[in-house]
């Protein structure tokens, strides 16, 4: 059995914002599983365990440039904030988003081997990057980016330095500069239902199913009547749909006119959004958290010990 320490309820608490016992009872019963303890929550807590899901604690910067009719997004990590605000790992962050826009790179390696030099430091990205962790005394690097070519239109929106969007588009600039302030707001993970990956509809049917179980079991506990399976299986089949309509560009609810969605909106303006990123920054990324308590323990046992 997993130690359940108190910086574990509280980083599923953070992520949940359920009450703190339940976190701990759902963190023994996951046997200090976060995801499983997360899923166990909305199973019982139902949708508001997982409103703060997306909350992130890695730390950088997403970069957005242009070049040559070309654009592109990166995103650059660091170990802290403050890290974020120094100048020279900024330069850094702009200058490797223009690299992508300017070179198109296969990979992170074939970014880093580009020449480029900042800071007294050079030849290439990588030598700066190097140079740089020495100077600032943090680790820093590049994660993920995306190119756009010259053939196709781009509207791109930063939200600070955390959020980045680009999204590809034909018609009109101002309706996908819009989508893209939307995308960044609602982060959607695809264009339409259809397109939501097969694990995650997978996950919500049986998040779904779990609570109709958890419901039923409470039903028969109360001497209630326990619904049909023929009902049960149109509940969990419903909370799909709605779950999918939730997650995709194109049926969310406009955020400038929620009378509408993103598809009425685009048809609207004669607009046709083909694809869209969306960064954010540390999203799937686990930090480290420290157990302040445990840690000063172990230096005082280790003290007695010498």
Same mark, same amino acid.
Do not use: W
């Given at each position: !059995?997993?130690?359940?320490?108190? &910086?574990?309820? /509280?980083?599923?608490? @953070?992520?949940?914002?359920?009450?703190? !016992? *339940?976190?701990?009872?759902?963190?023994? =019963?996951?046997?200090?599983?976060?995801?499983? +303890?997360?899923?166990?929550?909305?199973?019982?807590? @139902?949708?508001?365990?997982?409103? +703060?899901?997306?909350?992130?604690?890695? %730390?950088?910067?997403?970069?957005?440039?242009?070049?040559?009719?070309?654009?592109?997004?990166? =995103?650059?990590?660091?170990?802290?904030?403050?890290?974020?605000?120094?100048?020279?790992?900024?330069?850094?962050?702009?200058?490797?988003?223009?690299?992508?826009?300017?070179?198109?790179?296969?990979?992170?390696?074939?970014?880093?081997?580009? /020449?480029? $030099?900042?800071?007294?430091?050079?030849?290439?990205?990588?030598?700066?990057?190097?140079?740089?962790? #020495?100077?600032?005394?943090?680790?820093?690097?590049?994660?993920?980016?995306?190119?756009?070519?010259?053939?196709?239109?781009?509207? &791109?929106?930063?939200?600070?330095?955390?959020? #980045?969007?680009?999204? %590809?588009?034909?018609?009109?600039?101002?309706?996908?500069?819009?989508?893209?302030?939307?995308?960044? /707001? !609602?982060?959607?993970?695809?264009? &339409?239902?259809?397109?939501?990956?097969?694990?995650?509809?997978?996950?919500?049917?049986?998040?779904? +199913?779990?609570?109709?179980?958890?419901?039923?079991?409470?039903?028969?506990?109360?001497?209630?009547?326990?619904?049909?399976?023929?009902?049960?299986?149109?509940?969990? =089949?419903?909370?799909?749909?709605?779950?999918?309509?939730?997650?995709?560009?194109?049926?969310?609810?406009?955020?400038?006119?929620?009378?509408?969605?993103?598809?009425? !909106?685009?048809? *609207?303006?004669?607009?046709?959004?083909?694809?869209?990123?969306?960064?954010?920054?540390?999203?799937?990324? $686990?930090?480290?958290?420290?157990?302040?308590?445990?840690?000063?323990?172990?230096?005082?046992?280790?003290?007695?010990?010498?």
């Amino acid at each position: !059995m997993a130690a359940i320490t108190a &910086s574990m309820v /509280a980083e599923l608490r @953070g992520k949940t914002d359920a009450p703190m !016992m *339940e976190c701990k009872r759902a963190l023994t =019963e996951a046997d200090g599983d976060m995801v499983k +303890a997360e899923e166990l929550l909305r199973v019982k807590l @139902g949708s508001k365990a997982g409103k +703060a899901a997306a909350r992130v604690t890695a %730390e950088g910067v997403i970069a957005i440039a242009s070049a040559d009719g070309h654009s592109a997004m990166i =995103e650059v990590n660091c170990e802290t904030d403050f890290v974020t605000k120094n100048d020279s790992f900024l330069g850094l962050a702009n200058a490797a988003a223009t690299l992508v826009a300017k070179h198109n790179p296969a990979d992170v390696a074939a970014l880093s081997a580009l /020449a480029y $030099e900042q800071d007294g430091f050079g030849p290439t990205l990588e030598d700066v990057r190097k140079g740089l962790i #020495g100077k600032i005394g943090e680790n820093m690097t590049f994660r993920r980016f995306k190119h756009c070519g010259a053939g196709a239109k781009v509207a &791109s929106y930063l939200h600070g330095t955390r959020i #980045g969007v680009l999204v %590809e588009f034909a018609g009109d600039e101002v309706a996908a500069k819009d989508v893209a302030m939307h995308v960044a /707001a !609602m982060k959607p993970v695809s264009l &339409s239902s259809a397109e939501v990956p097969a694990d995650l509809v997978a996950r919500e049917r049986s998040v779904a +199913a779990a609570k109709a179980a958890e419901d039923a079991a409470v039903a028969v506990a109360a001497g209630k009547p326990v619904q049909s399976a023929e009902i049960v299986a149109k509940r969990i =089949e419903g909370g799909v749909q709605k779950y999918l309509k939730e997650v995709s560009l194109f049926n969310q609810s406009f955020v400038k006119n929620d009378k509408q969605t993103v598809e009425q !909106m685009l048809k *609207e303006k004669a607009t046709t959004v083909n694809a869209f990123t969306l960064y954010v920054v540390g999203e799937g990324i $686990e930090k480290k958290v420290d157990d302040f308590a445990a840690e000063v323990a172990a230096q005082v046992a280790a003290a007695k010990a010498s």
